[in-house]
């Protein structure tokens, strides 16, 4: 071994830092899944009939579906009746929790993930919802956002306060029985962020939710559903950790967006879920569904996502483009390594006229981890002009890992444009030691070409997130170069 | 007699299972300026790399001293920090990360051993562009991700600004005027004649003998099949541009090796 990826793997070696466990009294609902289980979950949330009926219906359809195996990941059979689906921080009052209510232990977690939430201490310009498990703990700045007419809350809230929003937009883009994680989540989600965006109204400040699963044996199902109404522009942040155990926790979520005319949605991933350790034992199923719908003519959506968390990442951030010269945007960043796996991409899908799509993937494989993008750009007869521009690469660190491409394009209309570029690199020995040689060290190194490859997926992020993602990047790097 | 800057006894080097070197001999004293010439396959950018660090290429004996250090058990980016430079024969590409950037690191790390606090990006840019006359390199190429799009005169310029930028104290320049049309040698040479001073020493890598029209070397080795065959002043070189390498290399032939 040289000295560079000597220096390399004391690097990767460096251990997951969100992995601690909060002790917390949890209020849980026993293992399995059955119609019981989803009429407790529903009555715990004191939900109107509608939802308990939308429930039971998603439940109902998932009984009839099989696991998906058609993605370029590998793992054993999930035991699904051995999963905690209800598992929550117990509240000392009734009723919807101040900060004073909630458990010392649980604001103490937060802030040492680095999201406080104090107002007073908060993040400058950022709101958070903060998901405990199940259930969201609290939203900051709810009251400052709602002077604008902003809904910012759980999704919880959402039901009991907004539920013509709710019953109007739930499922409208990720239907129920979409495909099996989307119609189990649909079944047993416990919570997620909520936000509508007015008319005209630009949102003043970031949104952000940050998920953390804490408890044992549990899985997190949550749901997070974000209305722009007609020229309203709102940009959101997600960020995710878990504690480091032995045993593999599903974490499968729907996102929905809804883009009315003129209206834009930017949304942004950083996805950190514990990977399991290095060699494969424990980490984060993370199958989830998130797609969003360009619903009025001009409305824009873009997904920007870096995931280098999760054991196995299995998501498509799509953009369904119906609305004539509205425009879709998939940034992606997936880092795997160890035994890490990620099968991630997007689907764009052209319905209206002049519509137009941008991907770009950075796929990264170290050690001896698998990334894959599959992607899918589809262009409807009715879409004149529709133009899609793809890029996609890979960067593979050391000798054991794999990068896989998987582009399907579908073009039934004659006028479409649709470009494709891809390539695969490995970090050079050569790039190394001209770097060394003006006197950087290896991991210097190795941070400044991975950080290059990525340059146009973290120029799509707000600022802070961008530095966040970079940081994560140079921490979770593994694999030596050959 | 004072020990020389570098000090190289019976290196020989492996590369890839080939024997490439096959025991050099040699003395640079601070503040001198040496050619090596020799055909292509000769070893002269192996010996360079070596110099350098290159860790894929294997020594299988000898020694080298670097200002009484040992330098072949320091690794690269130390040997870099201690003032070696070696301007690449083919710099790399590095997508995405920009020349400035890159070049504002490697200055900041030099900056960092000698226990002096980096400069900040105002203050750096301000020194590039004063350095960056000397090689009439566009400011554009700057910003551009390093050596990604350059021209070939391109990269050997940028590795003259690096060079400039960095001072170092041992130059070691592979075959830099390969390639280069007229203009380009020129601007070049002027970049490394305005570096000579007696704190800085340049080994000079190369095939012919056009730089050293430029630059006037204080002495000339002949490398042919891994070693040095033969030793002079400037004078050599012009020999060997007219008469060619094939000339040592049938004098050499006739007379029985020394042992």
């Known amino acids: ?47 109107p009939e509608f939802m308990l009926d939308w429930r039971l219906r998603a439940y109902r359809h998932w009984l009839t579906m099989k696991e998906p195996h058609w993605a370029h990941v590998h793992y054993p059979p999930i035991d699904y009746q051995s999963i905690i689906y209800y598992a929550a921080p117990k509240l000392k009052g009734d009723g919807p929790a101040s900060l004073e209510e909630i458990d010392p232990e649980l604001l103490r977690t937060y802030e040492k993930l680095g999201i406080p939430l104090h107002e007073r201490a908060a993040l400058a310009g950022v709101a958070v919802d903060a998901v405990f498990d199940s259930v969201s703990v609290a939203t900051t700045f709810g009251a400052k956002l709602a002077e604008k007419g902003i809904v910012f809350c759980s999704f919880s809230e959402a039901v009991q306060k907004h539920p013509d929003l709710v019953r109007k937009y739930l499922g409208s883009v990720v239907p129920p ?186 796929g990264i494989s170290a050690g001896f981890g698998q990334n894959t993008y599959r992607g899918l750009v589809k262009v409807m007869p009715r879409a004149a002009g529709a133009r899609n521009y793809t890029q996609c690469d890979s960067l593979l660190l050391g000798e054991r890992c794999g990068a896989h491409t998987f582009p399907y394009i579908e073009v039934r209309n004659p006028s479409a444009q649709v470009e494709h570029e891809a390539s695969t690199s490995r970090i050079g020995e050569d790039q190394l030691f001209y770097c060394m040689q003006r006197g950087i060290s290896a991991e210097d190194a190795v941070s400044m070409i991975v950080n290059g490859f990525c340059r146009e997926v973290f120029q799509e992020l707000p600022m802070e997130f961008a530095v966040e993602a970079q940081k994560l990047l140079g921490i979770s790097l593994e694999g030596s170069i050959g | 007699m004072i020990s020389p800057l570098l000090s190289i006894r019976g290196l020989q080097v492996r590369v890839a299972d ?98 002096l606090p980096p400069l900040d990006a105002m203050d750096f840019l301000k020194l590039v562009r004063e350095k960056g006359k000397l090689v009439e390199m566009g400011e554009e190429l700057l910003y551009r991700a390093v050596n990604e799009g350059f021209s070939g005169g391109e990269k050997k310029r940028n590795e003259i600004l690096q060079m400039v930028v960095l001072e170092p104290k041992l130059a070691i320049l592979d075959e830099t005027d390969s390639g280069l049309d007229i203009d380009a040698l020129r601007v070049v040479a002027n970049g490394v004649n305005a570096m000579r001073s007696p704190e800085r020493t340049m080994i000079l890598v190369t095939h012919y003998q056009r730089l050293l029209d430029y630059v006037v070397p204080d002495r000339v080795h002949v490398l042919l099949q891994g070693r040095i065959v033969r030793s002079a002043g400037q004078e050599l070189a012009l020999e060997l541009e007219q008469r060619g390498y094939g000339w040592v290399e049938s004098e050499l032939a006739e007379q029985p090796r020394a042992t």
């Open chain 2, 18 to 115: 080939k024997q490439i070197l096959r025991g050099i001999d040699l003395d640079v004293g601070a503040g001198e300026v040496h050619a090596i010439m020799g055909p292509n396959g000769s070893g002269k950018s192996t010996l360079a790399q070596v110099l350098a660090g290159r860790e894929s290429f294997e020594v299988t004996a000898g020694e080298v001293l670097y200002r009484g250090r040992n330098l072949l058990a320091m690794p690269a980016e130390e040997r870099a920090r201690a003032g070696i430079f070696l301007a690449f024969q083919y710099p790399v590409e590095i997508p995405g990360v920009s020349n400035v950037y890159l070049l504002k690191a490697a200055f900041n790390a030099l900056r960092k051993h000698r226990g």
């Open chain 1, 1 to 47: 071994m040289t000295t560079a990826s000597k220096q390399l793997h004391e690097l990767i070696s460096r251990p997951y830092p969100h992995g601690f466990v909060s002790d917390i009294q949890e209020d849980r609902v026993p293992a399995g899944l059955d119609e019981d289980i989803i009429r407790t979950i529903s009555a715990r949330k004191n939900e």
């Open chain 1, 177 to 362: 029985g979409d495909n099996f994680y989307a119609a189990l989540n649909a079944a047993v989600f416990t919570d997620g962020s909520f936000c509508y965006i007015p008319k005209g109204v630009r949102c003043p400040m970031e949104l952000s939710t940050y998920f953390r699963i804490n408890a044992r044996n549990s899985g997190q199902f949550e749901r997070t559903l974000i209305i722009a109404d007609e020229g309203s522009y709102v940009s959101y942040l997600e960020g995710c950790t878990a504690p480091m155990r032995d045993e593999n926790q599903l974490h499968a979520a729907v996102v929905e967006l809804i883009a009315l005319a003129n209206a834009q949605i930017k949304y942004s991933t950083v996805q950190n879920w514990y990977p399991g350790d290095k060699d494969g034992k424990g980490g984060i199923y993370n199958f989830v569904t998130k797609r969003g719908m360009c619903r009025g003519a001009n409305s824009h959506i873009s997904w920007t996502q870096v995931e280098t968390g999760s054991a196995i990442t299995w998501k498509y951030p799509s953009v369904i483009l119906r609305g004539d010269s509205s425009v879709g945007e998939f940034y992606s960043v997936a880092l795997t390594n160890h035994r890490q796996q990620a099968d991630t991409g997007t689907k764009m899908i052209h319905l209206g006229r002049n519509t137009s799509s941008t991907i770009v993937s950075k």
